[in-house]
């Protein structure tokens, strides 16, 4: 049984950092893709970061320069640096796991994910 635990979210003033953390069971961080979403209240999931087996990162345009997805593998857990935040990062992150491949474009489409954590709240205060 797949289980994603995600944690470390919290409130930060804008222009602040948080790691994110993504602790996998039953599934290994290495293979596939491991990505992170977000949603905001009223909005849609949106694609954040994912990095696939082969190191390969892919970041959604408004994090691009201040997130840094990037996993370990001894620990079999992903994380997610997020530098220099703003109130529009505020929402629920989820990370999210998929085993097959995926083509390029559709690997920020939460669509694509068959496994996902209950998610961690991240609120940005300006």
């Known amino acids: 049984q797949v289980q994603l635990v995600e944690s470390g979210g919290d409130s930060v003033q804008a222009g602040g950092s948080l790691r994110l953390s993504c602790a996998a069971s039953?599934?290994?961080?290495?293979?596939?893709?491991m990505a992170w979403f977000r949603q905001a209240p009223g909005k849609e999931r949106e694609g954040v970061a994912v990095?696939?087996?082969?190191?390969?990162?892919n970041y959604g345009d408004p994090v691009k320069g201040r997130f840094t997805i990037s996993q370990d593998n001894a620990k079999n857990t992903l994380y997610l640096q997020m530098n220099s935040l703003k109130p529009e990062d505020t929402a629920m992150y989820f990370c999210?796991?998929?085993?097959?491949?995926?083509?390029?474009?559709?690997?920020?489409?939460?669509?694509?994910?068959?496994?996902w954590g209950q998610g961690t709240q991240v609120t940005v205060s300006s």
């Open positions: 039953g599934y290994t961080v290495s293979t596939g893709y």
């Open positions: 999210a796991a998929r085993q097959r491949y995926l083509s390029w474009w559709s690997r920020l489409s939460a669509g694509s994910y068959n496994y």
């Open positions: 990095i696939g087996s082969d190191g390969t990162r």
